[in-house]
């Protein structure tokens, strides 16, 4: 399932659907009451430190496991928040039960500078394959495209 959880950051869950829906619609919270007292657009490593904080204070007990995407000021960021709070950045990631079946497409078929559409076609193969292989994986693919819209100025 993917989150919202500001314009320019998604986040999507694995492992405790509850715990998922709880943990980034606390950050959502956050990180609009940040635009409204600023007036600025959110980091994406703002939406990683609230996130990481929340389930390292929970050592795992809190069962979300979140891969965290987005695009700001400083460019794309992709990255993989543990139910510890533990944090991994890469080019593509995986994340859940289905994660060894969608890694192993990732890692035969990513490659640098690729155009969107065959980037859309790979997260979805490495999709496919999560669900195909994992019985607890769900039965749909959801994909989302996250771009920045340079600011308009007055």
């Given at each position: 399932?993917?989150?919202?959880?500001?314009?320019?950051?998604?986040?999507?869950g694995a492992?405790?659907?509850?715990d998922?829906?709880?943990v980034?619609?606390?950050?959502e919270?956050?990180?609009?009451?940040?635009?409204?007292?600023?007036g600025?657009?959110?980091?994406?490593?703002?939406?990683?430190?609230?996130?990481?904080?929340?389930?390292?204070?929970?050592?795992?007990?809190?069962?979300?496991?979140?891969?965290?995407?987005?695009?700001?000021?400083?460019?794309?960021?992709?990255?993989?928040?543990?139910?510890?709070?533990?944090?991994k950045?890469?080019?593509?990631?995986t994340?859940?039960?289905?994660?060894?079946?969608?890694?192993?497409?990732?890692?035969?078929?990513?490659?640098?500078?690729?155009?969107?559409?065959?980037?859309?076609?790979?997260?979805?193969?490495?999709?496919?394959a999560?669900?195909?292989?994992?019985l607890g994986?769900?039965?749909?693919?959801?994909?989302?495209?996250?771009?920045?819209?340079?600011?308009?100025?007055?």
């Amino acid at each position: 399932k993917i989150h919202y959880l500001a314009p320019n950051i998604y986040g999507c869950g694995a492992g405790t659907a509850a715990d998922c829906d709880h943990v980034t619609r606390m950050v959502e919270s956050s990180l609009a009451l940040f635009r409204m007292e600023n007036g600025k657009e959110n980091r994406v490593r703002q939406a990683e430190t609230l996130l990481k904080r929340h389930l390292n204070r929970y050592q795992g007990y809190v069962g979300a496991h979140i891969v965290l995407g987005g695009v700001d000021v400083n460019g794309p960021h992709l990255c993989a928040i543990s139910a510890h709070g533990y944090v991994k950045r890469h080019m593509y990631l995986t994340m859940g039960s289905g994660s060894l079946a969608a890694q192993a497409v990732l890692d035969s078929r990513y490659k640098d500078g690729c155009s969107e559409q065959e980037a859309k076609d790979l997260v979805h193969d490495a999709i496919a394959a999560g669900i195909l292989n994992d019985l607890g994986s769900g039965g749909t693919i959801d994909l989302c495209v996250i771009k920045r819209e340079d600011p308009k100025t007055p």
